[in-house]
T-cell receptor, first 114, second 113 residues
């Protein structure tokens, strides 16, 4: 069964520093990977996706993610964190050729200190 | 901006009552998902429709939950009878195609007393 893991419940980073939010996945077949962000009392918003092609994917708000097939990882990164980046981040995976369900990780709370 | 609309935003009810949550997907989208979010379980997929046909509802307790799409502009999620353990935020999301991004509504915060 496909699954996605976010090993960190919370990531703390100082404003201006680079940030990384980790995600690993387990699928049979080619993975389709996504990152979403959730601000308080809001629904999730799409950040970026990896379907095929370049392993480095650029998304909204200056975020990017690197697909690493050998490590089955899809970590979210940003070179310089902003206080406004503080939110709950979800990694998700959809298995190709299956029912196309989108399975989310447990989420990582990103806290950016001024 | 086009958006997914969910009603009501908040619902407080007593155990045993019927609860109906509604979702208006973005016009033109052909997939609709219902998710439930709790602190303990995170985001759980309850049901999934494509072109109004239910494709997967394996995550939904069948004895009390039902999901339908009576037309392309409306998706409903019903709980009958409701129980305190159903308290959660229920999100609807819509999209186009299997690998395109999903657009989420603001959710229905359900409290069952």
């Amino acid at each position: 069964a496909q699954s996605v893991a976010q090993p960190e419940d919370q990531v703390n980073v100082a404003e201006g520093n680079p940030l990384t939010v980790k995600c690993t996945y387990s699928v049979s077949g080619n993975p389709y990977l996504f990152w979403y962000v959730q601000y308080p009392n809001r629904g999730l918003q799409f950040l970026l996706k990896y379907i095929t092609g370049d392993n480095l994917v650029k998304g909204s708000y200056g975020f990017e993610a690197e697909f690493n097939k050998s490590q089955t990882s899809f970590h979210l990164k940003k070179p310089s964190a902003l206080v406004s980046d503080s939110a709950l981040y979800f990694c998700a995976v959809r298995e190709s050729g299956a029912t196309n369900k989108l399975i989310f990780g447990t989420g990582t709370l990103l806290a950016v200190q001024p | 901006d086009a958006r997914v609309t969910q009603t009501p935003r908040h619902k407080v009810t007593e155990m045993g009552q019927e609860v109906t949550m509604r979702c208006q997907p973005i016009l033109g989208h052909n997939t609709v998902f219902w998710y439930r979010q709790t602190m303990m379980q995170g985001l759980e997929l309850l049901a999934y429709f494509r072109n109004r046909a239910p494709l997967d509802d394996s995550g939904m307790p069948k004895d009390r939950f039902s999901a339908e799409m009576p037309d392309a502009t409306l998706a409903t999620l019903k709980i009958q009878p409701s129980e305190p353990r159903d308290s959660a935020v229920y999100f609807c999301a819509s999209g186009w195609g299997a690998n395109e991004k999903l657009f989420f509504g603001s959710g229905t915060q359900l409290s069952v007393l």
